[in-house]
C-alpha cells in the first residue's frame, strides 16, 4: 500500500503524462493516415479523369467504334502516352484482366482483388510499403459509350508524401515528447515544492503527539503552506502556554491543598488543646466543688483564659471564611486616631511579652473607608509583629501623608525570612517558616489584612533586611471640602 503522498504525485503524473502522449501520438498518426489518403485519393480521381479523356479523344479522332479489339490495338501507344503524360508507370489489361502492355515489367500483375473490383466497374487500388517507399496501385475499367473496354492500372510513387508525414510525426513526436517531459519534470519539482513540507509538518506532528513541544518550522513562502506552518507554529505555541498554565495550576493547587491540610491540622490541634484543657479543669471543679477554694480559683480562670483564647481563634476563622457578607457603607475616618489607639490598647499586649510599641502619627490622615475593618488591620499588622518579633523589641509604627497617598509603617526586628516565603505569608492559613511564639496562630492575620487593604483600594507589602521585617500600608488620602464632603 502505497502512503507516500510524493510517491502518489510520480506515479499519478507519470500515468496522466503517459496516457496523454500515446492518446496525442496515435491522434496525430490517425490525422496524417486521414490527410494523406485524402491527398491520394484526389491525386488518383484527377488521374483518373484525365486518362478518361486522353481515352475518348483517342477513340473519337480515330473514329473507331466502341470495341475492345481497338482498345487492345491500341494498348502500347496509350500505355506509352500516359506514361509520359502522368508520370505514372501504366498497364493496359482486358476486361477480363489479362494484361495487354505494360509501360513498366516490374508492375506486379493484379491481385484477385483487385480484378474482381475492376471486373464489377469498381475503382480499386492498394498502398504498398517497401522500406523508405511507399507506392499506389490504382485500377479501373474504361467504359466507351456505357460499354466497358478494358482494364488501366496505374503505379504511381508516394514516397516523397510518406516520407514528408514521417518526418512530421517524428518532429511532431520529439516536440510532444519534449513538451510532456517538460511538464513532468515541472509536475514533481512541484509537488516536491508541496510534499516536502508536508513530509516535515507531519514529523512535527508525530512529535508533538509524543509530547515533544519545542519542535518548530520555519519555512521562507508566504503561500498556503507558509501559513499553514506560521499557524502550526502559533498553535504549540499556544498549547505551551496554556500547558505552562496547567503546570502552574496544578501546582499552586497541589500547594493550597497542602496549606489547606496544614490548617485544619493546626485549627483541630488549637482547638483540640483548649477544650481538653477547660473539660479537664471543668470535671476537676464538679468532683472538688469550692472545698479547695485555690484550686476552684485557679481553674476558673484558666477556663475564661482559655475560653477567650478559643473565641479570639473561632472570630478569626470566621473572619478569614466569611463570604457573601454585607459590608458596611464607607464613610470619611481619620485613620491616624484610629491608629493612635490602637498602639495605645495594643501596648498592654506587648507589655506582656516584655516589648514596647513606640509610634509618630500626624493629624488629620483621613481615608474614605470603614473605621472598624481599619481598626482590625492595625490591630492584626501590631498583633503579629508582637508575635513574630524579637525578645523585649521595640515595636515602631509611623504613619504620614505623602502627596495623594497615606503610608503606614510597622517595623519590628525578627528572625530572617527567605524572600520566597514572603509573598506566601499573606495567603490565608499560611505561617511560612517562621517559628510561631503564641499558640492559637493559624496564619489568618495578615491574609485578613491583605483583604481590607484590598478593599480600600490600598496595597500592602513586606520586606526583611538585616533581620527586620516592615510592613507597608498605602492608602488613599481623602481630599475633603470646608462642608466636610469629600472631593
Do not use: W
Not at 480559683?297 to 483564647?309: D, F, L, Q, V
Request: proline letters at 2%; a neutral charge; hydrophobic letters at 40%.
Amino acid at each position: 500500500m502505497i502512503r507516500n503522498i510524493s510517491v502518489k504525485f510520480i506515479i499519478g503524473f507519470f500515468f496522466i503524462f503517459s496516457l496523454s502522449f500515446l492518446v496525442l501520438n496515435q491522434t496525430v498518426k490517425e490525422s496524417i493516415q486521414t490527410s494523406n489518403k485524402k491527398i491520394v485519393t484526389s491525386e488518383l480521381i484527377g488521374l483518373k479523369n484525365n486518362s478518361n479523356i486522353y481515352v475518348r479523344q483517342a477513340f473519337l479522332i480515330n473514329h473507331f467504334s466502341n470495341n475492345r479489339l481497338y482498345f487492345g490495338q491500341m494498348a502500347e501507344e496509350m500505355a506509352n502516352d500516359l506514361n509520359h503524360a502522368t508520370g505514372s508507370s501504366v498497364g493496359v489489361y482486358t476486361v477480363d484482366g489479362e494484361l495487354l502492355y505494360s509501360s513498366d515489367k516490374s508492375i506486379p500483375p493484379l491481385t484477385n482483388g483487385d480484378l474482381k473490383e475492376a471486373i464489377e466497374g469498381k475503382t480499386a487500388y492498394s498502398i504498398t510499403y517497401d522500406r523508405n517507399k511507399a507506392s499506389v496501385l490504382f485500377s479501373y475499367p474504361v467504359f466507351i459509350d456505357g460499354t466497358k473496354v478494358g482494364i488501366l492500372r496505374f503505379s504511381r510513387d508516394f514516397s516523397l508524401l510518406y516520407e514528408q508525414s514521417g518526418r512530421i510525426r517524428e518532429i511532431i513526436f520529439y516536440i510532444a515528447m519534449a513538451i510532456f517531459a517538460a511538464a513532468f519534470l515541472f509536475s514533481y519539482i512541484l509537488s516536491r515544492h508541496i510534499t516536502i513540507p508536508l513530509v516535515r509538518l507531519t514529523r512535527a506532528s508525530n512529535e508533538v503527539k509524543s509530547g515533544n513541544l519545542e519542535v518548530r518550522i520555519r519555512f521562507r513562502r508566504k503561500d498556503e503552506i507558509g501559513r499553514l506552518a506560521d499557524n502550526f507554529n502559533e498553535m504549540i505555541d499556544q498549547i505551551s502556554r496554556q500547558m505552562t498554565i496547567i503546570r502552574k495550576d496544578r501546582d499552586h493547587l497541589q500547594a493550597l491543598h497542602e496549606q489547606e491540610k496544614r490548617f485544619f491540622d493546626n485549627i483541630t490541634h488549637e482547638l483540640k488543646t483548649p477544650l481538653t484543657s477547660i473539660l479537664g479543669y471543668a470535671e476537676i471543679i464538679r468532683k472538688k466543688g469550692e472545698t479547695d477554694r485555690y484550686f476552684f480559683e485557679k481553674g476558673m480562670n484558666h477556663i475564661i483564659e482559655e475560653s477567650r483564647r478559643l473565641h479570639d481563634m473561632v472570630l478569626k476563622l470566621l473572619e478569614a471564611t466569611r463570604q457573601n457578607i454585607q459590608i458596611m457603607e464607607p464613610e470619611r475616618v481619620d485613620a491616624g486616631s484610629i491608629l493612635k489607639d490602637v498602639c495605645e490598647s495594643m501596648g498592654i499586649r506587648a507589655q506582656r511579652y516584655k516589648k514596647s510599641i513606640r509610634y509618630e502619627v500626624q493629624n488629620e490622615l483621613l481615608v474614605y473607608g470603614q473605621g472598624n475593618r481599619l481598626r482590625q488591620l492595625f490591630i492584626n499588622l501590631l498583633d503579629n509583629s508582637i508575635k513574630y518579633s524579637t525578645d523585649q523589641a521595640e515595636i515602631f509604627v509611623t504613619a504620614k501623608r505623602a502627596d495623594t497617598k497615606i503610608q503606614f509603617v510597622f517595623s519590628n526586628p525578627s528572625d530572617p525570612i527567605e524572600a520566597d516565603q514572603i509573598a506566601y505569608l499573606f495567603q490565608p492559613f499560611n505561617l511560612g517558616n517562621r517559628q510561631i511564639s503564641e499558640e492559637g496562630s493559624v496564619g489568618l492575620g495578615l491574609s485578613i489584612s491583605k483583604s481590607i487593604v484590598d478593599e480600600h483600594g490600598g496595597n500592602i507589602r513586606m520586606t526583611n533586611e538585616n533581620n527586620q521585617t516592615v510592613v507597608s500600608v498605602e492608602l488613599e488620602y481623602m481630599n475633603v471640602r470646608k462642608d466636610g464632603k469629600p472631593i
